[in-house]
């Protein structure tokens, strides 16, 4: 690529390297390590002609939440700390956020799309509600309020850690 001065570099990471949520930090950190070796190749690569894209898709409709179902990937202790909010997150979470997938085509046609045009973005998402509305407000909303936003979503907080009262 460096010897005929063009190219596109495409790494793919997720919209959840733009945004962390609760219970997928792992999953999160290393979407964020993507995206920060894509940005530093893209520094390392300015003035040779060769684009670098980080991809950040959104939702799509594959079969990883029955993956992640069957092999307990996605499951809290029921009787643990998040008790209060592990139904919502092994089971209703994946559901309702899927709601709002891409299909695998319409992601496959849309990524090509990108990755062959002449001016590919430096910073690609799928989606407005699952990327670009999530990564702006990343970077447009306190860190505490955003942080707030996720407890209220995903049900967590201080009421996890009182001392319940036996009866």
């Known amino acids: 690529m460096i010897a005929q ?6 790494n793919v990471g997720s919209g959840l ?3 962390t949520v ?3 930090a792992i999953y999160c950190a290393s979407k964020k390590a993507m995206q ?3 940005d530093a190749l893209r520094m390392e690569l300015a003035g040779s002609g060769i684009q670098v894209v980080y991809a950040a898709p959104g939702w799509v409709k594959t079969n990883i939440i029955d993956t992640m179902s069957s092999t307990g990937l996605n499951c809290l202790n029921t009787k643990g700390p998040w008790a209060a909010c592990a139904d919502f997150i092994t089971g209703n979470l994946y559901k309702v956020e899927a709601q709002h997938a891409w299909t695998a085509k319409q992601f496959a046609e849309a990524f090509c799309k990108m990755a062959l045009s002449k001016n590919p973005p430096r ?3 799928n989606s407005f509600r699952d ?3 999530a990564y702006l407000s990343s970077f447009l909303m306190p860190s505490p309020m955003m942080d707030m936003m996720l407890q209220l979503k995903y049900n967590l907080g201080a009421h996890l850690f009182r001392p319940t ?3």
């Open 131 to 133: 990327g670009w509305m």
């Open 36 to 38: 920060s070796m894509t």
């Open 17 to 19: 390297g733009l945004l």
């Open 5 to 10: 001065q063009s190219g596109t570099i495409v």
């Open 123 to 125: 910073i690609w998402l």
């Open 165 to 167: 009262l036996a009866h």
């Open 22 to 24: 609760p219970f997928a």
